[in-house]
Every structure is written in structure tokens, then in C-alpha cells.
Nanobody
Framework: QVQLLESGEGLVQPGGSLTLSCEAS????????MGWFRQAPGKEREFVAA????????YYSDSVKGRFSISKDDFKNAIYLHANSLKPEDTAVYYCAAGNPRYADHAHEYDYWGQGTQVTVSS
């Protein structure tokens, strides 16, 4: 059974940086796309970023473009979200997801989800 294990939660001051990690484990893991979504209190889950294992394609939401970057480790089946210039509005539970969605920002098309990790941006 495939599992996604996230780590890297924390409290960061505005303007600070944080890196989230997500490692996939389990036999038969072949999901070509892994990504990050987030959900703030009282809001719907929203797409953050994704990477396609089949090449070097990456995708970002407009709200994080230029501030966040995503990288992957093929050997570990892991992806990392490097969040820079963090703002209070980035505060949310961040979820790792894996699957083969037609569009990277379509949450309902992902097959596997992590348990979520809290990121709080506050002074």
C-alpha cells in the first residue's frame, strides 16, 4: 500500500523560509505526478505546486510563483517544497499528493494523500 509521509512543519516569521518534504513508500508506487496542496481554516483546499516525474515539468499556483519551488529526488521517491518569502496568508495545513491527474491542480484526480503538515507564518 502506498503511503505519503510529510515532514517539515513549523512556525516561521513573515519573510522566512521553510522546506517541506514528502516521501512515498510502498510497493508498486508509480504515480508520475506528486504535488502539494494546502488548506487554511475556513477555506477550500487549494493547489500549490507539483512536479512531473516523467520529465522536468513543474507547476505553481499564481499565489506562490516566484516564492516557492519544488524539487524531487528520484531515488527516494520524494519531493520537496521550498517555501521562501513566506507571508501570513501562507498559513495552512499542507498536503502532499500523488497520482496521474490530467491537470496538476485537480485535487480530485490524485490517488494518494499524506496526512498533512502545519505551516504557520506569524510574528
Amino acid at each position: 500500500q502506498v503511503q505519503l509521509l510529510e515532514s517539515g512543519e513549523g512556525l516561521v516569521q513573515p519573510g522566512g523560509s521553510l522546506t517541506l518534504s514528502c516521501e512515498a513508500s510502498g510497493r508498486g508506487f508509480r504515480s508520475p505526478i506528486m504535488g502539494w496542496f494546502r488548506q487554511a481554516p475556513g477555506k477550500e483546499r487549494e493547489f500549490v505546486a507539483a512536479a512531473d516525474w516523467r520529465g522536468s515539468s513543474t507547476y505553481y499556483s499564481d499565489s506562490v510563483k516566484g516564492r516557492f519551488s519544488i524539487s524531487k529526488d528520484d531515488f527516494k521517491n520524494a519531493i520537496y517544497l521550498h517555501a521562501n518569502s513566506l507571508k501570513p496568508e501562507d498559513t495552512a495545513v499542507y498536503y502532499c499528493a500523488a497520482g496521474n491527474p490530467r491537470y496538476a491542480d485537480h485535487a480530485h484526480e490524485y490517488d494518494y494523500w499524506g496526512q498533512g503538515t502545519q505551516v504557520t507564518v506569524s510574528s
